[in-house]
């Protein structure tokens, strides 16, 4: 064989044996970079993540496509597709006895009737201290985009009035009189992750309406702030939108004969039987006594002020009849998909900011409607009722079947990391929920970010967010569960 021909042919079963002409697979990390495509210098250099740097600017917002079939967006379509849509899950004993264990599992549910007289003033301090830790390590940003100092925690931290005279502190009782956000730090003042996302405010924990109850633990040495433990979590609010009473007059108002429910996402409260006095409004799941009714239009209730010492005293308030149950609602589907969509294309409200509701606080007022109380977050809500795993690594066809298999319309909840959903049915083997969405966040090709804004309560299947492969929510969905 001729020289050169020998020559090649070796060159060439030694570039075939090595794969050098075939395309190398992709190893991409969470940062995006592709390892072998890369090439490594010796010199040493500053490397910044390339991801940062073909990130889409979240001010280019992305409109989210709605694809939802509008006879899909009534309760009535998921309603005509279940057997028993008015049989009681649970009554009112087996509802007590659920709200009993989950109390049990310690996850956040405050015991307000028997809370102990005192607390302690090192436990006190720990949780402080913890909290303002935490946050620090964060570097988060003012609301104004610049990066926060240590005295801005320091001086909070100083802020806060804990007797050092004494070992235990003594708790007080209050009503809310209006509604209050729940605070992580005595302030209104708000700290933000990023410049693009000022929507999301971190020292927002949860929302609490007109007619809470709350322990009060401590104060900050002005006055201005309490902070308390709620049903569902501890927090500071504001001094001035309490009324304190004593520990009788408090529990019975935690267990109320007769409750008035709110059923609609949410109702007007007014001083006087014409509702044409405003006061307030209260959302879905909050409760006030019953007074009486009056005619078919008006329910007359009981609602919270304060006196000029800060004291309880009660007041009448009036609301439109269709706005509110007399009693805990029946705990049935049916139910459940009418107050689930009270809410349809309501706005989004990171920890209830603004007087709106997130994912997890979307589900807590509507199951707030038939007695049963659930803890705040979702990874606590995941944890409630009969709760079923699911391997994230399942084909998704695999997921859809174990969830329309299992799931139980209206009372079951679908959670991903970060996310929790409403169950509602299925169409064409696709699971179906209703829930209370910021947006989808997905991921080009090219690595590059995309943010589908939604910021309401919306109908969907699990697929929105498949713009690319494995962004899609039933990729990342993990568990499922059913609240009985």
Same mark, same amino acid.
């Given at each position: ?7 090649v042919?070796?060159?060439l079963?030694?570039f075939?044996t090595?794969?050098?002409?075939a395309k ?8 995006g ?14 490397i910044?993540?390339? $991801? ?11 409109v989210?496509?709605d694809?939802?079939?509008?006879q ?8 005509? /597709? ?5 049989k009681?899950?649970l009554?009112?004993?087996q ?28 436990r ?5 201290? =913890?909290?303002?830790?935490?946050l ?5 940003l003012?609301?104004n985009g ?5 005295d ?16 235990d ?22 700290? &933000? ?6 929507? &999301?405010?971190?020292? *927002? ?5 007109l007619?809470?109850?709350v322990?009060?633990?401590c104060?900050?040495?002005?006055? *201005? ?12 609010? *504001? ?29 007007d409260?007014?001083?006087? /039987?014409?509702?044409t006095?405003?006061?307030e ?9 019953? $007074? ?9 209730v ?15 308030g009036y609301l439109n009849? /269709? ?22 294309n309501?706005p989004y409200?990171?920890?209830g900011?603004?007087?709106? *509701?997130?994912c ?5 007022q509507?199951f ?21 795993k699911?391997?994230? /690594? ?5 997921k ?11 009372? =079951? ?14 169409e ?6 209703i829930q ?7 991921y ?26 494995g962004?899609?929510?039933i990729?990342? $969905? ?7």
């Open positions: 064989m001729n020289r050169k021909l020998l020559l042919s070796l060159i079963s030694l075939l090595t794969n050098v002409f190398p697979a992709k190893k991409r990390t969470e940062t970079i592709d390892y072998i495509s890369v090439k490594v210098s010796k010199k040493n250099v500053e910044k993540n390339p $991801v940062s740097l073909i990130y889409r600017k979240t001010s280019d917002k992305v989210f496509e694809t939802t079939p509008k899909m967006k009534t309760e009535g379509y998921w309603i005509s /597709k279940l057997l028993e849509p008015d009681i899950i009554d009112k004993k509802i007590a006895q659920l709200n009993e264990d989950i109390s049990d599992m310690h996850l956040g549910i405050v015991n307000m009737k028997g809370y102990p007289d005192t607390v302690s003033k090192e006190l301090k720990k949780t402080f201290k =913890s909290t303002s830790s935490f620090s390590k964060k570097n988060y003012n609301e610049e990066h926060l100092f240590p801005f925690f320091i001086t909070l931290d100083e802020s806060i009035d804990i007797p050092e005279e004494q070992d502190v003594a708790v007080r009782f209050a009503i809310t009189t209006k509604y209050n956000d729940v605070r992580l730090l005595p302030t209104s003042k708000k700290i &933000i992750s990023s410049k693009n996302s000022k929507d &999301i405010d971190r020292l *927002q924990e949860e929302s609490i309406d007619g809470t109850p322990i009060v633990l104060q900050t040495k002005d006055e *201005q702030w309490c902070y308390v433990a709620t049903p569902t979590e501890e927090g500071w609010i *504001q001094a001035e939108n309490l009324a304190f009473t004593d520990r009788k007059t408090f529990n019975n108002w935690v267990n109320m004969k007769k409750p008035v429910v709110i059923t609609e996402d949410k109702a409260i007014f001083t006087d /039987k014409e509702r006095e405003f006061l409004y209260v959302r879905m799941g909050t409760k006030l006594p019953y $007074v009486s009714k009056k005619g078919t239009k008006t329910i007359c009981n609602i919270p002020a304060a006196d000029e010492y800060g004291n309880l005293v009660l007041q009448k009849f /269709k706005e509110a149950n007399i009693g805990y609602v029946p705990y049935t589907q049916r139910n459940a998909l009418n107050l689930a969509f009270n809410h349809l309501s409200g990171w920890g900011s603004n007087g709106e *509701q997130d997890s606080g979307y589900l807590g509507i707030n409607c038939f007695g049963i109380l659930l803890p705040e977050t979702s990874v606590q809500k995941i944890k409630c009722g009969e709760v079923t699911l391997n994230k /690594k399942d084909d998704d066809t695999i859809n079947a174990a969830i329309i298999e299992d799931a139980v319309a209206g009372i =079951s909840f679908i959670y991903l990391s970060g996310h929790i959903m409403l169950y509602i049915g299925s064409d083997d696709k699971p179906y929920v209370c969405i910021w947006g989808v966040t997905s080009t090709e090219k690595n590059e970010k995309t943010v589908n804004y939604i910021n309401k309560t919306i109908v969907s299947n699990l697929e929105i967010g498949s713009e690319v492969a962004n899609s929510l990729d990342r $969905v993990s568990k499922f569960n059913v609240i009985k």
